[in-house]
């Protein structure tokens, strides 16, 4: 399945890919101006000037239109980000600099965010950030926050090395919340909050790496194995591969 959907991406052509994001463009304006729940997929076929089919063929429903929205996010991000990570050795500068560069990349879409956030808090919901449909974007998160780490002169405890960067991803998860609710101007009280956060969070990891915390460390490994998104799929998929 995940090659069959490669092979639609390698064969799209540029009109196809026009299409595609004069469609996903669409959908986000009118979310912003109607709101999720009132905006149909006629209404965005309408606007965007396609027929119902075709805006049905590049995206089958409007949690996919999200899920592009989320993939779109992603990809600005990581591109963005680039600087930061190619520079920035300190983690706790690094960690600042994902963060806040992510806060930079969202901030068009923050009234978007709102529109649309009380059906991704439902946990069973497509659009939740640990969703089974949101995997592609939420793994390119994480993964800008493993590189993050890895890339850091912090050393951290191999026992906790592989899930670190979920927990760190989460960190994140905390602050688009907080992020979703902030009205101040330019989301200042959200990049405070970046600011404030990271170097206590490069601290605690940091510490991990000492041996009287040992016990703690591995209390935290069950409990992160244990309850993160995908980790415990990860543990069985190893237990039937072995």
């Not at 990271?198 to 244990?226: C, D, K, N, S, Y």
Request: hydrophobic share 45%; charged share 25%.
């Amino acid at each position: 399945m995940v090659k069959e959907v490669k092979d639609v991406k390698e064969t799209r052509t540029p009109r196809s890919e026009q299409t595609r994001t004069l469609i996903l463009e669409t959908a986000l304006r009118l979310f912003q101006e109607r709101g999720y729940d009132r905006t149909t997929m006629r209404a965005i076929a309408q606007e965007a000037g396609v027929s119902v089919g075709n805006a049905y063929y590049y995206f089958t429903n409007k949690e996919h239109l999200v899920q592009g929205f989320y993939d779109r996010l992603a990809a600005e991000h990581a591109a963005a980000v680039r600087p930061v990570l190619e520079g920035e050795r300190d983690l706790a500068s690094r960690l600042r600099g994902v963060l806040l560069t992510w806060l930079d990349v969202a901030e068009p879409y923050h009234r978007f965010a709102a529109q649309f956030f009380k059906n991704a808090a439902d946990p069973e919901s497509p659009l939740s950030p640990f969703s089974a449909e949101s995997v592609a974007a939420r793994e390119a998160a994480i993964a800008i926050h493993r590189e993050c780490l890895a890339g850091s002169v912090t050393k951290a405890d191999p026992e906790l090395a592989e899930l670190l960067p979920q927990l760190m991803w989460l960190s994140q998860m905390g602050l688009v919340l907080y992020w979703v609710y902030d009205r101040t101007e330019h989301t200042g009280r959200s990049r405070r909050l970046v600011e404030r956060g990271t170097p206590i969070i490069a601290r605690a990891v940091a510490l991990t790496r000492f041996r009287l915390l040992r016990p703690l460390v591995r209390q935290i490994h069950g409990v992160l194995e244990e309850f993160l998104p995908g980790a415990a799929a990860g543990r069985v998929r190893g237990a039937q591969g072995a």
